[in-house]
């Protein structure tokens, strides 16, 4: 097969296309890219250039790989969140581009430099790593249930240069009594109910990890273990943070108005108008 960069975009584009894939011209010339270790914008500028028959080759495997559903994500190795590069895997949920709304909201209610932060679930690190780049001062625990989604993170940390103002501990979330007391919580938990994990699309159900999805039988496990437990570990004043399914702010809020300790209960919408995050603080005393 003869092909420039722009015929065999053309070709591939095509390919995943009648595969199902939701963006199949994005993961093409990402492939292509990551095989050619260059920028898609250089793919725009080279759209002439001919591939050797080696790299035809590299680029089908991972254009098999694509058009069996593996997400984009794990075929490059990472992942871009907060417009920096998280390396995923099997182990990890890949960063979602909605979750940036979260940090978002956190940002906005940093009043001091030296918060101190609670990220409950933090598979791949991108909520803790990206708040201890843009907090510099500010002090992070990282808590997951697997050690190998650990590691994950403290590369993920390593890689960006906060390590060191991130303790990492390996604990499940639900029933650990969660050690210091923190200006922020944040998690972004599990929340699919486990009836609709079938349901998913490929790409979620068969490569990423089902502990990082499901929510149990009502999707709202998680929320029920953490919004109690963090009452006791939330500074006066402090803020419990957290993303939530579309259809899941009704239930989330009565969970935490069930509690009189949190107050200024705030549902956030994304940007498709999702319902996407929930924010509570907690009363000072």
């Known amino acids: 097969m003869d092909a420039n960069i722009s015929s065999f975009l053309n070709w591939s584009?095509?390919?995943?296309a009648e595969a199902g894939v939701l963006s199949p011209r994005l993961d093409?010339?990402?492939?292509l890219a990551h095989t050619l270790k260059l920028s898609r914008t250089d793919l725009r500028t080279q759209d002439q250039r001919v591939l050797s028959e080696s790299e035809i080759k590299n680029v089908k495997k991972f254009m098999e790989r694509r058009l069996n559903r593996?997400?984009?994500?794990?075929i490059v190795g990472y992942q871009e969140f907060w417009s920096l590069d998280f390396i995923v895997d099997e182990n990890v949920l890949t960063p979602r581009p909605e979750t940036e709304l979260l940090i978002e909201t956190a940002l906005n209610c940093i009043s001091s430099p030296t918060?101190?932060?609670l990220d409950l679930g933090t598979g791949s690190g991108a909520l803790a790593v990206t708040m201890a780049k843009e907090v510099p001062e500010c002090k992070v625990s990282a808590i997951d249930i697997?050690?190998?989604?650990?590691?994950?993170?403290?590369?993920?940390?390593?890689?960006?240069?906060v390590v060191d103002q991130i303790e990492f501990v390996c604990s499940d979330l639900r029933t650990s009594d969660w050690s210091g007391c923190f200006s922020m919580i944040l998690s972004n938990p599990p929340?699919?109910?486990s009836a609709d994990i079938q349901k998913i699309m490929p790409e979620v159900r068969i490569y990423e990890p089902e502990k990082a999805l499901d929510g149990g039988i009502t999707g709202l496990d998680f929320y029920q273990a953490i919004i109690p437990m963090a009452i006791d570990r939330l500074e006066g004043n402090g803020f419990l943070i957290l993303e939530i399914g579309h259809d899941q702010a009704d239930e989330v809020t009565e969970l935490l108005n069930?509690?009189?300790?949190y107050q200024n209960i705030e549902v956030i919408q994304?940007?498709?108008g999702y319902d996407r995050v929930v924010k509570a603080q907690k009363t000072n005393g």
Do not use: M, V, W
């Open 258 to 261: 069930s509690f009189s300790c």
């Open 191 to 193: 929340y699919i109910k």
């Open 28 to 31: 093409s010339e990402i492939i």
């Open 115 to 117: 918060f101190k932060i």
């Open 13 to 16: 584009q095509s390919q995943l």
């Open 70 to 74: 593996e997400p984009i994500s794990l």
């Open 146 to 161: 697997d050690p190998k989604a650990l590691s994950i993170a403290k590369e993920n940390a390593t890689r960006h240069g």
């Open 270 to 272: 994304d940007y498709s």
